[in-house]
């Protein structure tokens, strides 16, 4: 049986990035999102910012993962690739060419597999923002069929955040058993129990601040390749 040192991982990683939530959503770029003046170029605009931070950060998931040898696990197979949907959406926006997108870049504390499972989380649980801001967008911009980043998941949003968090948490028990009772007499833990947790927030932690700094600073730096053309 687990100790009282034991507190589930979704509970901990909520309360560590409150504040840092609150700060995102209260970002201008991000905060637009939500107003009734939102324009097409608005739109086009935020889309260009989160392409270059989810491009980045997934391909960084995508690499550092594969290497521990955790993306076949179930809870990770229902993974869709974001940055892949906003370049859609930018497309469908008039925005094709993607390339010039660069420059995205964020230190990491360190580098094990918890720290890079708290930034899955922040990846994986920005998808919940689309429960409320899919149907906002269409209302706002009806003429519009550039929501698949928001859309992302459809109906099964929760139940695939729930797959995901559930294995991330079964990583972290099992990081716990090695801990504690030492399943094997050969096992010996590459980091202990409370080294994995705290680099599970610090994840999370560094993933949120990394997106705070990209959309309130580095995007006066991204140029606009095209105008918003006019949907009518």
């Known amino acids: 049986m687990l100790s009282t040192d034991y507190v589930c991982c979704h509970t901990l990683l909520k309360q560590r990035t409150s504040s840092l939530h609150k700060i995102l959503d209260n970002t201008p770029l991000l905060k637009k999102l939500m107003s009734h003046s939102l324009s097409v170029s608005d739109y086009q605009r935020t889309l260009t910012c989160l392409y270059a931070w989810y491009q980045y950060t997934e391909s960084l998931l995508d690499k550092e993962l594969c290497r521990f040898g955790v993306l076949e696990l179930p809870g990770f197979q229902a993974r869709i690739n974001k940055s892949a949907l906003l370049r859609s959406d930018l497309a469908a926006l008039d925005i094709p060419d993607t390339n010039h997108l660069s420059g995205m870049d964020f230190a990491l504390p360190n580098t094990n597999l918890f720290t890079l499972l708290g930034i899955c989380y922040v990846v994986e649980g920005s998808a919940l923002g689309g429960l409320v801001l899919g149907p906002r967008l269409r209302k706002v911009l009806p003429t519009i069929n550039a929501t698949s980043f928001y859309d992302v998941y459809g109906e099964h949003k929760m139940q695939v955040f729930r797959e995901v968090m559930m ?49 309130t600073v580095y995007v006066q730096d991204i140029p606009m390749m095209q105008t918003a053309k006019e949907y009518c």
């Open 167 to 215: 294995q991330i948490q079964q990583l972290l028990n099992t990081q716990y058993d090695l801990s504690q009772h030492r399943l094997h007499e050969n096992v010996t833990p590459h980091i202990d129990y409370q080294t994995a947790q705290e680099s599970l927030l610090q994840g999370a932690e560094a993933a949120f601040s990394s997106l705070i700094d990209w959309v």
